[in-house]
């Protein structure tokens, strides 16, 4: 796949904080891109870095060909769909959407057919004459998005696109922006700090920690396979032990099995973090391959799926189990916990600080 | 840069006039328009002189008065007007006399004096300041309304208090920095105020701008720079110390 | 009932004070304009049509226009500052800005009768400007500059300023950052975002302060009497005039009449312009 945006070394300070600290990404033609982390993490300025709203101290970032930190904000091939949507409040529905194809001096006509083909395509074509007051949420999102969209626009940024919006109304904007994506063929950087829209609905993550890219990945490599401790940490739940690496796994007091996420890069002997989900724990009475043995402490129940606390003798924190179906265990009961190698990863301990 | 012209135009035209007053009125010689060397001999004439004299007390009068009429009156018709009340009518009139142009004012305030057959004195601007005083006040005070928690005052009644104690001891309070400049704004608003005053006022009885008016109309002396100077450094003080004020009690 | 009685102690007083010295007077007022005027002042209670009619006299039509033009001017050139100003200042890092928001309105506090006389000491043909202008030798004689309409304009220009700064400042201060960032990322330059975006936001407020300069312009007459020396009449000369002098106070009250109609004209497109933007932040 051809490389369509190329982030290198970028790096940008307000004052004595550093936002960025050397970020390099390579997003690819068509893609749907997500930059997933924590507020304060630099994503944002990332993201106003592309749209022009900013420009890096440092570092390089080309679109296709050019060098798009040399072009002004309002002539890059890149539109923003903002958080707060950013509607022109005096502006009705088809207004907003024809602003900026009357900034590229477009016929009437050619105006008038683009901006009714995108409010059919998000489903606004009885709304064109409102104004963004008096549209709820979802229809003031899809007008935001119609309005970026019509541009056609090599690259299309969206920042924390389903925030603003209630769970019910972000389930079905989720769904429908990734066919919208598919259908218009452009490439999407969604900027979140949610995971789950971002797991949801990219195809691959730079999870930004601090200023700097954590891990990039399919969400189901950042999610089997974290790197780093913050990524196992911030993507989905985990149990952590740290220890020293052994064969096959990471003694800690005992031996706890795992394998390395990243092959070679943890040597016998070396200190390491063991990260195991939830979910690949299994939790049961008289198991053969038992890992640890312990305590129930608390027992919730979630319909589809039930999460047990277990302490076991000697750690501070209990362990999180998670497995289908209904509970089966009372509190106080007395279980053992199981997982094999693959379903453990050894990776190395945060870097202090 | 350029853009900035009409930003600099503005403080320039806004300043140089009040300058040229100030430096004015330290001139030693008879003309108000040009220097022939320093000198106070202004001042002190001033300060003999009985009309201006008379004119600031009948002025403070009728702003003390006015303002403590306004005071009372504002302060309630805002909580009124805020908490008791929807009407669009209500508001408009508590807000109208502060767009009426003054001298729609002053001929309505002296045509209705005439029919009640009411003398002209200082009593009838007295009470003439006090409305558009009122409204001052009762603006200032919803706005600080509108930024306070009714729940502080519904919490009051829940707690088992009547509704004059809830007034006294939870409102007000909440209320007073609010009353205060309301008050200030009234007070500042009437010691100002000419037009209403010089056509409700008896003719045994000018404020001190009717005394400057007539000044002004029947001959420039410099003795008008050196009031002017008194008046603007009075009022800079003023303004500046209330600035001061509401800086202090916004940190609190 | 209670909550009733309440509502009663409250309201009643401020609105009960307001009615007697505001409302009573201002339905006189409008009851004056169709009476006649008596023999020797007072009022004839006879319906006439006569103070209109008089109204629309060239002679006293001419001062209404003239008022207008002149009150017009001072607005036109108001806001032609004023905006540019007030954009400086919501651009200003928040102490200067805080600097330049009570440099403003301090000269606004000040005496409105000093701020009308400071004008006669500059325009006068001793005065500064006319000092500036012989001494530079661009002029050999004084030039005549008090008593003249554009004395007016400056002197009402003067003490309005700021009533046309501070709306605009306040719409400007509140407009949202991202509609800028917005329209330059959908193409448009920043002289075109301005026009297209923070303009027609700002027009409400606009409205606001060209009725707040416009008005009290319109209906003065300290400022034409004290700068433009009675040459230049204005319709405010003319009600004064009526009340205090002629003593025809239905003829008067007919002119200030024509007043307030501008006055709710211009108070019906601007609520009609701050509607158009409703639901909006700018409304």
Known sequence: MTSLLTITDVRRSFGDVTALDGVSLDIREGEFFALLGPSGCGKTTLLRILAGFESPDAGTVTLGADDLTAIPAHRRPVNLMFQSYALFPHLSVEKNVAYGLEREKLGRAEIRERVGEVLDRVGLAGAAKRRPHQLSGGQRQRVALARAIVKRPRLLLLDEPLSALDRKVRAEMQLWLKQLQHEVGITFVVVTHDQEEAMSMADRIAVLNHGRVEQVDTPVALYGAPRTHFVADFIGGNNFFAGTAVPGGLLDGTVLPGLPSVPDTIAEGDAAVLAVRPEQIRIGTGLDDAVLRGTVLDVSFYGGTSRFAVRVADRATPIQVQRQGAPGFVPDQEVDLSWSEAEAVLIQPAASG | ?252 | ?283
């Not at chain 2, 001298?103 to 006090?130: D, P, R």
């Not at chain 2, 200030?184 to 400057?212: K, R, Y």
């Not at chain 3, 309201?11 to 008596?38: H, K």
């Not at chain 3, 606004?108 to 004008?119: C, D, H, S, V």
């Open chain 2, 1 to 252: 840069m350029l853009k900035k012209i009409p930003f600099w135009f503005a403080y320039v035209f806004l300043y140089v006039p009040i300058l040229v007053v100030v430096v004015m009125s330290v001139n030693a010689g008879d003309s108000p328009y040009s220097w022939s060397g320093f000198g106070l001999g202004w001042y002190a004439e001033l300060a003999h002189d009985q009309e201006i004299r008379t004119g600031l007390v009948n002025t403070l009068i009728v702003a003390a008065g006015s303002t403590a009429i306004a005071t009372v009156l504002g302060t309630m018709l805002a909580v009124g007007l805020a908490r008791h009340t929807r009407s669009k009518v209500l508001d408009a009139i508590a807000t109208l006399p502060v767009i009426l142009p003054d001298i729609v004012m002053a001929i309505g305030l002296l045509a209705f004096y005439s029919l009640i057959q009411l003398t002209l004195g200082l009593y009838s601007v007295l009470l003439a300041h006090a409305v558009f005083g009122t409204a001052a006040v009762a603006a200032v005070v919803r706005t600080r309304l509108t930024s306070a928690d009714p729940a502080l005052e519904e919490a009051s009644r829940d707690l088992g208090a009547n509704g004059l104690t809830t007034f006294l001891r939870i409102t007000l309070p909440t209320l007073a920095p609010g009353i205060v400049a309301g008050a200030l704004l009234a007070f500042t608003l009437s010691v100002d105020e000419f037009v209403i005053a010089f056509f409700t006022a008896g003719p045994q009885s000018p404020t001190l701008p009717i005394v400057i008016y007539s000044m002004v109309r029947f001959g420039v002396t410099p003795e008008i720079n050196a009031l002017a100077t008194v008046l603007l450094a009075v009022t800079f003080t003023a303004i500046l110390a209330v600035q001061r004020l509401t800086r202090l009690t916004e940190r609190r």
């Open chain 3, 1 to 283: 009932m209670k909550a009733k009685l309440e509502r009663i102690t409250l309201l009643g007083p401020g609105l009960g004070y307001l009615t007697a010295l505001m409302v009573v007077p201002l339905a006189l007022v409008l009851s004056y304009t169709i009476f006649q005027r008596g023999r020797f002042g007072g009022l004839v209670y006879e319906p006439t049509t006569e103070n209109f009619r008089r109204a629309v006299d060239p002679l006293y039509l001419d001062v209404l226009v003239t008022s207008v033009w002149i009150a017009g001017v001072t607005t036109l050139l108001a806001l032609l500052i004023g905006y540019p100003t007030a954009y400086v200042i919501a651009h200003l890092p928040k102490r200067a800005k805080t600097i330049a928001l009570v440099a403003l309105v301090l000269p606004f506090w000040t005496n409105f009768l000093i701020r009308t006389y400071a004008w006669i000491v500059l325009l006068s043909p001793a005065g500064l400007v006319n000092d500036a202008l012989t001494g530079w030798g661009l002029v050999d004689e004084p030039l005549q500059l008090l008593y003249t309409k554009p004395a007016i304009i400056a002197g009402l220009l003067y003490s309005y300023l700021p009533l046309m700064v501070l709306p605009l400042y306040a719409s400007l201060e509140k407009q949202d950052g991202h509609l800028l960032e917005a329209a330059a990322n959908l193409g448009a330059r920043p002289a075109r975002a301005f026009w297209t975006v923070t303009l027609p936001l700002t027009l409400p407020a606009m409205l606001t302060g060209c009725v707040f300069v416009f008005v009290p312009s319109l209906g003065n007459f300290v400022v034409p009497e004290l700068l433009g020396g009675g040459r230049t009449a204005m319709v405010g000369n003319l009600v004064r005039d009526q009340f205090l002098k002629a003593r025809d106070w239905p003829f008067g009250a007919t002119l200030a009449l024509a007043v307030v109609a501008m006055l709710v004209v211009l108070l019906l497109i601007q609520a009609w312009s701050g509607r158009r933007l409703q639901g909006s932040d700018h409304a």
